[in-house]
Nanobody, 124 residues
Framework: QVQLVESGGGLVQAGGSLRLSCAASGRTFSTGVMGWFRQAPGKEREFVAAISWRDDATRYADSVKGRFTISKDNAKNTVYLQMNSLKPEDTAVYYC?????????????????WGQGTQLTVSS
């Protein structure tokens, strides 16, 4: 059973930075993909970024390119989302997700495991 635990959310001013972490456990993460999604009130869950455990391939949503960086620490089974130049529209609950095959997918239904989410609020 895969468990994903996010941390690092909080309240930050526009233009600020924050780093989210997602600690994964329950299986060997030498393959597969980890992703970050977010969901704002009244909106659908949307893709933010993803990274392959095997070859570090990454994908980003256009809305966060150049501002957010996804990375991982294989030894710690942890994935990070460094968020810079934050905007009020980045406010959402951020979810970590995992999938077993190596395709770096951007659709939520591709991911089989999800964390509980962590709230990010960006004030203007």
């Amino acid at each position: 059973q895969v468990q994903l635990v996010e941390s690092g959310g909080g309240l930050v001013q526009a233009g600020g930075s924050l780093r989210l972490s997602c600690a994964a456990s329950g299986r060997t993460f030498s393959t597969g993909v980890m992703g970050w999604f977010r969901q704002a009130p009244g909106k659908e869950r949307e893709f933010v970024a993803a990274i392959s455990w095997r070859d570090d391939a990454t994908r980003y949503a256009d809305s966060v390119k150049g501002r957010f960086t996804i990375s991982k620490d294989n030894a710690k089974n942890t994935v990070y989302l460094q968020m810079n130049s934050l905007k009020p529209e980045d406010t959402a609950v951020y979810y970590c997700a995992a999938k077993t095959n190596n395709f770096v997918a951007t659709t939520a239904f591709s991911y089989g495991w999800w964390g509980q989410g962590t709230q990010l609020t960006v004030s203007s």
